[in-house]
């Protein structure tokens, strides 16, 4: 089992940032490909961005390319999500996600097998 915890959330202002941390306990953090999906009120989960084990490898979903930056730290069995230039349009409650898996990072939600309780994220206009 992985237990995932996410922190970091809030309310900040359109235009600002924010820094979501997940941190991971059970098992060996670095044999797990990590990733964060978003859920907005009404619409269904979608995948923000994934980094596989080693941290080299990263995805991200287009409407977040060039301004969310996903990153590891195995030594403290945390991902972490820099979210800058924020948007309206990413308010949603952000769950962390992960998967025993060493290949390229997946952007599934069904290919995860661990995932945080979640943690909002709202952005003011």
């Known amino acids: 089992q992985v237990q995932l915890v996410e922190s970091g959330g809030g309310l900040v202002q359109a235009g600002g940032s924010l820094r979501l941390s997940c941190a991971a306990s059970?098992?060996?953090?670095?044999?797990?490909?990590m990733a964060w999906f978003r859920q907005a009120p009404g619409k269904e989960r979608e995948f923000v961005s994934a980094?596989?084990?080693?941290?080299?490898?990263?995805r991200y979903a287009d409407s977040v390319k060039d301004r969310f930056t996903i990153s590891r730290d195995n030594a403290k069995n945390t991902v972490y999500l820099q979210m800058n230039s924020l948007k309206s349009e990413d308010t949603a409650v952000y769950y962390c996600?992960?998967?025993?898996?060493?290949?390229?990072?997946?952007?599934?939600?069904?290919?995860?097998?661990?995932w945080g309780q979640g943690t909002q994220v709202t952005v003011s206009s």
């Open positions: 980094i596989d084990w080693s941290g080299r490898n990263t």
């Open positions: 059970g098992r060996t953090f670095s044999n797990y490909a």
């Open positions: 996600a992960g998967e025993f898996f060493l290949g390229s990072p997946r952007t599934q939600s069904s290919m995860y097998d661990y």
